[in-house]
């Protein structure tokens, strides 16, 4: 088999890998939100997804009608030590939903599969911190995905859209130069991300958090509606600079062979 001309792709994992829809953070920081009196919608759970969890509930906070609602709720604006107090109690909540979202994407293993066959490194990032990550690791091995390297969130001094979690990753693979590195990715912070480390970036519309939608309920989308909701999270993924943009991990194939042979030609991002 022919060795890639690809050094290592880093993936994302909830919306990417896992969790076709990206659905459970936004369980967990409803339900968090929740106990401390205020309500968030879907839509506001969504609007930074990608970010550290402690960075994504500072950004929650910070929207002006969450702003308002926390203070009529609380009587005063939220600090540090509500961010605190929030990511400690959502840590847990969001250890149990991701459990129960880790099935794979279907293709992701197959993938994986195939770039290890043909000496490609694997690496991932997530806004997700080891301890959430902990009963997911291993239900995605039992599916047949085991990245060489998993960066958590709060294991650099950054996350999303910081560069710093894919160079870690890149640095523990031993893959070099980023220019022959792919990062692919359901949310723009971790396009955004792949972009300052310098790699081919891949930005996926249908799996993640940009429509937000488990397989089934995508699947059951009247087609018009579906092709439209897929085309406005495709519209911000290329806006925020993805070099190219599928559906899913399953369409990744001719992405990446496409890759392949621009990366042979000496062509850089």
Not at 48 to 72: F, T, Y
Not at 164 to 179: D, F, H, N, S
Not at 205 to 211: E, K, L, M, Q
Request: with cysteine; glycine share 8%.
């Amino acid at each position: 088999m022919t060795r890639s001309s690809i050094e290592a792709v880093v993936f994302d994992w909830a919306g990417t890998m896992i969790d076709f829809g990206c659905r459970a953070p936004v369980v967990a920081l409803r339900d968090v939100f929740a106990d401390a009196g205020v309500e968030i919608s879907e839509a506001e759970a969504r609007a930074d997804m990608g970010k550290a969890k402690k960075d994504h509930i500072r950004s929650l906070l910070a929207m002006p009608r969450v702003a308002d609602l926390w203070r009529a709720r609380h009587g005063a604006a939220s600090t540090e030590a509500d961010v605190d107090r929030l990511h400690d109690a959502v840590e847990p909540m969001m250890r149990a939903a991701a459990r129960e979202c880790a099935r794979l994407i279907p293709g992701a293993a197959e993938l994986a599969a195939d770039l290890r066959a043909r000496g490609v490194g694997i690496g991932s990032s997530t806004g997700y911190t080891r301890a959430m990550m902990a009963d997911i690791l291993p239900l995605a091995a039992e599916q047949g995905y085991a990245p060489d390297v998993v960066v958590c969130a709060g294991e650099t001094a950054a996350g999303r859209p910081s560069p710093l979690m894919m160079w870690k990753a890149l640095v523990e693979l031993g893959a070099w130069p980023a220019r022959a590195c792919v990062k692919v990715d359901d949310a723009v912070v971790g396009i955004a991300e792949g972009l300052e480390v310098g790699a081919w970036t891949v930005g996926l519309s249908a799996s993640g958090n940009g429509v937000g939608l488990d397989a089934e309920s995508l699947a059951a989308l009247p087609v018009e509606e579906r092709a439209a909701r897929v085309e406005a999270s495709a519209k911000a993924l290329r806006e925020a600079g993805a070099h190219y943009v599928v559906e899913s991990v399953a369409d990744l194939g001719p992405v990446l062979a496409d890759i392949e042979a621009r990366i042979a030609r000496g062509e850089r991002p």
